[in-house]
């Protein structure tokens, strides 16, 4: 669950997020799958989080649950997905055109994830695990 899913159930049982978090922290109680946070980030970080960033990115995440990928969307992938890439390294950043030929889900644990199989203009296929969870960078609507 992440942070956004952990928002999103608190609110429905009208419950105030942060300050559930805040007392989980001050009652040394564990967190949950959003313990990473304390343990990670801290309560800085915490609050420096205020409401407009998270209604920002819920609406980010609703636009893009409308822009979900197809079987036969034209895409462009980055080497990114198989080559580490670095900005003035060895491999610099290139984009390759590709279409989508088969979309599936996993399940690891607790969660959900999509994948995708991408099949590029040489014929070869490549496997994009995560395509919106971690991969989302790695990929963008072929412009042609």
């Not at 007392?23 to 407009?52: A, C, M, T």
């Not at 890439?85 to 989508?100: D, L, M, S």
Request: glycine share 6%; with cysteine.
């Amino acid at each position: 669950m992440s942070l956004f899913d952990y928002v999103r159930e608190n609110e429905k049982a009208e419950l105030p997020w942060k300050i559930k978090l805040l007392n989980d922290w001050l009652h040394e109680e564990h967190s949950g799958s959003v313990q990473f946070i304390r343990e990670v980030y801290g309560f800085q970080w915490l609050n420096q989080v205020k409401p407009i960033h998270i209604a920002h990115y819920l609406a980010q995440l609703q636009r893009e649950d409308t822009l979900r990928l197809k079987v036969g969307d034209s895409l462009e992938v980055s080497n990114g997905l198989w080559e580490w890439v670095q900005k003035n390294g060895v491999c610099p950043e290139e984009w390759f055109p590709c279409t989508v030929i088969e979309i599936f889900t996993t399940e690891d644990y607790q969660d959900t994830y999509t994948n995708c199989i991408i099949r590029f203009e040489n014929g070869a296929e490549y496997e994009i695990q995560g395509i919106y969870q971690w991969n989302r960078h790695n990929w963008r609507w072929s412009e042609g």
